[in-house]
């Protein structure tokens, strides 16, 4: 079973950067995920889809709220992915989990692995 592990979390200012990274928690997994996303959740608010890349193509699809602002990247290392975040606002306060998957799937929000969080504050 892949788990993953998110960190860079944290309290920052409006306007302030952060940088969250995730990667497994172990080597279970031989291969590489067809595609990642990272995903928030405020307290209230349904889940959304923040950004995603295909592994290969490193095609990225940022949500429209965020584009400009966060930028997905992959590592070179297997199955590890980052959200470089600037000019936070309020409204970005969320627990940010990240997700893998390993086949391609017509639902681009479809999921099968996931990390347990790391919560992002922004204070006004």
């Known amino acids: 079973q892949v788990q993953l592990v998110e960190s860079g979390g944290g309290l920052v200012q409006t306007g302030g950067s952060l940088r969250l990274s995730c990667a497994p928690s172990n080597s279970s997994h031989g291969g590489r995920f067809y595609a990642m996303g990272w995903f928030r959740q405020a307290p209230g608010k349904e889940r959304e889809l923040v950004a995603r890349i295909n592994w290969h193509s490193e095609s990225t699809y940022p949500l429209d709220s965020v584009k400009g602002r966060f930028i997905i990247s992959r590592g070179n290392a297997p199955n590890t992915i980052f959200l470089q975040m600037s000019s936070l606002q309020p409204e970005d306060t969320a627990l940010y989990s990240c997700?893998?998957?390993?086949?391609?799937?017509?639902?681009?929000?479809?999921?099968?692995?996931w990390g347990q969080g790391t919560q992002v504050t922004v204070s006004s």
């Open positions: 997700a893998g998957r390993v086949i391609p799937t017509t639902d681009p929000t479809r999921f099968d692995y």
